[in-house]
Protein backbone atom coordinates (compact mmCIF):
# COMPACT_ATOMS: atom_id res chain seq x y z
CA UNK A 1 0.00 0.00 0.00
CA UNK A 2 1.42 3.50 -0.93
CA UNK A 3 2.46 6.04 1.84
CA UNK A 4 1.89 9.82 1.06
CA UNK A 5 3.89 12.78 2.22
CA UNK A 6 1.84 16.49 2.27
CA UNK A 7 2.67 19.62 2.37
CA UNK A 8 1.34 21.51 5.04
CA UNK A 9 1.26 25.09 3.41
CA UNK A 10 0.83 24.16 -0.42
CA UNK A 11 -0.40 20.56 -0.35
CA UNK A 12 2.11 19.38 -2.81
CA UNK A 13 1.37 15.27 -2.45
CA UNK A 14 4.29 12.76 -2.84
CA UNK A 15 3.41 9.32 -3.36
CA UNK A 16 6.24 6.96 -1.68
CA UNK A 17 6.25 3.20 -2.66
CA UNK A 18 6.30 0.77 0.02
CA UNK A 19 9.94 -0.28 -0.72
CA UNK A 20 11.18 3.23 -0.74
CA UNK A 21 12.80 5.09 2.10
CA UNK A 22 11.42 8.26 3.15
CA UNK A 23 14.53 10.18 3.01
CA UNK A 24 14.72 9.24 -0.69
CA UNK A 25 11.41 10.60 -1.39
CA UNK A 26 11.51 13.42 0.44
CA UNK A 27 14.80 15.20 -0.57
CA UNK A 28 15.27 18.25 -0.21
CA UNK A 29 11.61 18.57 2.04
CA UNK A 30 12.15 20.68 5.33
CA UNK A 31 10.65 18.57 8.37
CA UNK A 32 9.76 21.14 11.68
CA UNK A 33 9.03 18.78 14.96
CA UNK A 34 7.24 20.97 17.23
CA UNK A 35 7.30 20.29 21.24
CA UNK A 36 3.76 20.90 22.12
CA UNK A 37 3.96 19.09 25.54
CA UNK A 38 5.23 16.12 27.30
CA UNK A 39 5.36 13.25 25.13
CA UNK A 40 3.56 15.65 22.66
CA UNK A 41 5.18 16.30 19.33
CA UNK A 42 3.50 17.44 16.03
CA UNK A 43 5.76 17.00 12.53
CA UNK A 44 4.93 19.26 9.81
CA UNK A 45 6.27 18.67 6.41
CA UNK A 46 7.25 21.66 3.98
CA UNK A 47 8.16 21.21 0.11
CA UNK A 48 10.63 23.89 0.40
CA UNK A 49 11.59 26.61 2.32
CA UNK A 50 9.43 28.78 1.53
CA UNK A 51 6.13 26.83 2.47
CA UNK A 52 7.91 26.49 6.02
CA UNK A 53 8.16 29.82 6.29
CA UNK A 54 4.79 31.04 5.58
CA UNK A 55 3.96 28.54 8.26
CA UNK A 56 6.48 30.26 10.69
CA UNK A 57 5.41 33.90 9.80
CA UNK A 58 1.52 32.13 10.25
CA UNK A 59 2.22 31.48 13.77
CA UNK A 60 3.35 34.31 14.68
CA UNK A 61 1.23 36.74 16.06
CA UNK A 62 1.13 40.25 14.29
CA UNK A 63 1.16 43.44 16.62
CA UNK A 64 -1.88 45.82 15.71
CA UNK A 65 0.13 48.78 13.87
CA UNK A 66 -2.79 51.14 16.11
CA UNK A 67 -0.60 49.99 19.18
CA UNK A 68 2.92 50.35 17.90
CA UNK A 69 2.35 53.68 16.78
CA UNK A 70 0.49 54.61 20.53
CA UNK A 71 3.89 53.66 21.81
CA UNK A 72 5.35 55.72 18.75
CA UNK A 73 6.85 53.21 17.28
CA UNK A 74 6.75 52.74 13.34
CA UNK A 75 5.29 49.40 12.11
CA UNK A 76 7.77 47.59 10.04
CA UNK A 77 7.32 47.38 6.55
CA UNK A 78 7.47 44.21 5.20
Sequence with gaps: MPRSCYCQTCGRKVELA??????????GWV?????????????????????AKI?????????P???LESMGEKPIQQ
Excluded at 21 to 27: D, F, M, R, T
Excluded at 56 to 61: F, K
Aim: charged share 25%; aromatic share 10%.
Design 18 to 27: EEEAPCEALL
Design 31 to 51: MLSQLKAVEKVERHSFCSYGC
Design 65 to 67: PVF
Design 55 to 63: FIDNQIPEI
